[in-house]
């Protein structure tokens, strides 16, 4: 080439133009090989999804190269950088080598024998397809779906299902770690009403519950009651603490909910009159005066406006309103005990054993020295087999971390290094995390075998929680095979390191299904992966998976704070509306849940009016390398414990 084409304001320098073209060329050449190598790996891809499947493994070949100093030459030339290339990737190249060439004043050569390639606007609409056969037709005026967890109030609560649906739930979600198959059945029947009476569509989502690895039991905690007036940010008390008062002998329940219930003698409780005063020395030897507002033939109400502890044995004693003398004492009675829990700071202990023995904190001699260290137990004896020293623990969603030092006798010692020396408290039932550790636990426990009759007869779309590998793919869809003729959709929840790692491969086997989808269930996956990481690794699930055409879900502690407290945080209003990237976004229960779903959507919709400009840097890309061609050893060379962090 002695030529380059003149272009005002651009430095067209003919040896720039032949490296472009080079480069270019070389990029397409390996994608069009890896198609080639996995034409056996095609032919068992679903006719839904073939040609998605050739443009994922196309786009897996391009990012497993550093393309940025390419992208800047590209950009120098006012070329496409190939940053928007995810649907419709060799279109995109084949695009840029084209006009490359016309400006190198270069003929090019069309290749033979290829077949015709998916085109950009092809690619746009697979995902719209697609989207629409997993999480049912769009609403009007909103392109991203809304999915709302159910919670278990609404198997009883009909107005709750329909309000949700009227404000824009597009996907039920029932969560199968919760309630039972009579109270789903309800919760399906209210929206099946709700959609006939509003006339919209709703798709159900199953989602099974999968091998979550938790705290056993902890054994219980001391007989108190702390019962705390209502206080203001500033400390100040704006509502005392309702207290109810009945006999232990024969005890009844209030008309409304108490902040604690006290049981005492039924003779001494006949003399309380509305005034009267009941004092008392708590159990942290604080004077404390109940005032009696409410008297009935079930009980008394009383209120207190200081913080009151009692124990059992807590001396009452009754002053009749406007005497001085006349004073009669009762004890409270028997009380349940409290919930335990383990107190936990930087340096300290905890043992990890491998039953569900009740847990217990550490024991200290007089002088404050430890005498054993605190110990709880775990759900999944199984994992013991696959902890090494030296690997990371996690505990309640990344609120308390460790390193786990040694393993003897079905028992692992946990050095704690985080939280913050202020030190945070571990309960039963808190979430495990091991991302260090090569667990190989089932993908379906009995329970998700139990449950999966119901489901495979009532659910539109399954969740499969935990994905892994191809093979906990693969083990769903032959149960579902097994269990009917209908073909709900498979969600692939991505929430560890070896499903993030494994995404690809997975993808290629959910593709066998008619229906398929991602969700980046980000509250373990931030655990098992490092919060710094998060915002990177969900890029990358939506890069493959819009790649393969694919829906992705964008779940976890989305407006979690206005679900709650009926006020949104700035942060979370922002990461709402970068759930519009996604085909779909997952609230969670709350109390106001309704007006979540109502906030939500106002926000996606005005998110959608606004163009990206978001142009990816497109560094070399690990996750692209995970799926090798089927020549070759594929990911099981990769070692498991390898970082997950991108070169």
Not at 104 to 109: F, I, S
């Amino acid at each position: 080439m002695t030529a380059c084409k003149t272009v005002p304001g651009v430095d067209l320098a003919a040896a720039d133009l032949e490296s472009v073209l080079s480069d270019l060329a070389a990029i397409r050449a390996d994608m069009v090989a890896e198609s080639d190598a996995s034409a056996s790996r095609l032919r068992h891809i679903h006719p839904n999804y073939r040609i998605s499947a050739e443009n994922l493994l196309q786009y897996l070949a391009l990012r497993r190269r550093d393309l940025r100093p390419l992208q800047l030459r590209l950009a120098a030339m006012g070329l496409s950088s190939l940053g928007r290339a995810e649907s419709h990737v060799l279109a995109t190249v084949d695009t840029v080598l084209h006009v490359a060439h016309r400006l190198a004043q270069q003929p090019r050569a069309e290749p033979l024998g290829e077949t015709p390639r998916l085109d950009f606007s092809q690619g746009r609409r697979l995902l719209t397809e697609h989207t629409d056969a997993l999480l049912g037709p769009g609403p009007p005026r909103r392109l991203t779906r809304i999915m709302v967890t159910m919670p278990s109030e609404a198997a009883d609560d009909y107005r709750l299902v329909h309000n949700l649906l009227q404000q824009g739930m597009d996907c039920i979600r029932i969560n199968c770690a919760h309630d039972d198959a009579v109270a789903w059945s309800r919760m399906i029947a209210h929206l099946n009403r709700a959609k006939q009476a509003l006339n919209l569509p709703c798709k159900i989502v199953m989602d099974l519950a999968g091998p979550k690895l938790r705290t056993g039991p902890l054994g219980p905690g001391p007989a108190v009651v702390r019962i705390p007036p209502s206080r203001d940010i500033f400390g100040r008390v704006l509502a005392p603490a309702r207290v109810w008062l009945t006999p232990a002998a024969a005890p009844h329940s209030p008309s409304s909910s108490p902040t604690a219930s006290l049981f005492v003698s039924g003779t001494w409780l006949a003399q309380l009159r509305a005034g009267d005063r009941v004092k008392l020395i708590d159990a942290r030897e604080a004077k404390r005066t109940l005032q009696i507002v409410e008297v009935s033939e079930r009980g008394c109400w009383a209120e207190v406006a200081k913080t009151t502890y009692v124990v059992p044995g807590t001396v009452l004693r009754h002053t009749p309103a406007g005497m001085d003398r006349g004073e009669s004492e009762t004890f409270v009675g028997k009380l349940p005990p409290s919930e335990n829990r383990i107190f936990l700071r930087p340096g300290d202990l905890l043992v990890i054993h491998q039953d569900l023995t009740p847990g217990r904190p550490p024991m200290y001699d007089s002088a404050g020295k430890v005498l054993s260290p605190a110990s709880i137990g775990c759900t999944i004896p199984e994992v013991f087999e696959e902890v090494r020293s030296g690997d990371s623990i996690w505990f309640d969603d990344g609120k308390i971390g460790g390193v786990v030092e040694k393993i003897e006798r079905a028992r692992a010692f946990v050095r704690v290094t985080h939280p913050s020396a202020a030190g945070e408290r571990l309960r039963s039932n808190k979430g495990i995390n091991l991302p260090d550790s090569n667990l190989r636990l089932p993908a379906l426990t009995a329970d998700d075998l139990k449950h999966l009759p119901f489901i495979a007869e009532h659910a539109d779309v399954v969740e499969l929680s935990f994905a892994n590998s191809a093979q906990d793919v693969e083990l769903l869809q032959r149960h579902l095979t097994r269990l009917s003729d209908r073909r709900p959709g498979i969600v692939l929840k991505i929430e560890t390191r070896r499903g993030f790692e494994n995404l690809p491969e997975m993808l290629l086997t959910a593709m066998r299904w008619p229906c398929c989808g991602v969700m980046i269930a980000r509250g373990d996956l931030a655990v098992e992966c490092g919060f710094e990481r998060l915002a990177e690794i969900q890029e990358e699930i939506l890069w493959i998976s819009e790649a393969a055409h694919v829906p992705v879900i964008w779940a976890t502690q989305v407006l979690e704070t206005l679900a709650k407290t009926g006020m949104p945080s700035r942060a979370e209003v922002t990461d709402a509306a970068m759930g519009q990237r996604a085909e779909c976004v997952m609230l969670n229960k709350g109390p106001h849940m309704v007006g979540a779903v109502r906030a939500l959507g106002d926000i996606l919709r005005r998110m959608q009016t606004h163009k990206s400009k978001r142009r990816a840097l497109l560094r070399e890309l690990r996750l692209a390398k995970s799926l090798l061609p089927e020549s070759g050893t594929g990911a099981a060379h990769h070692s498991e414990r390898e970082s997950t962090s991108s070169a």
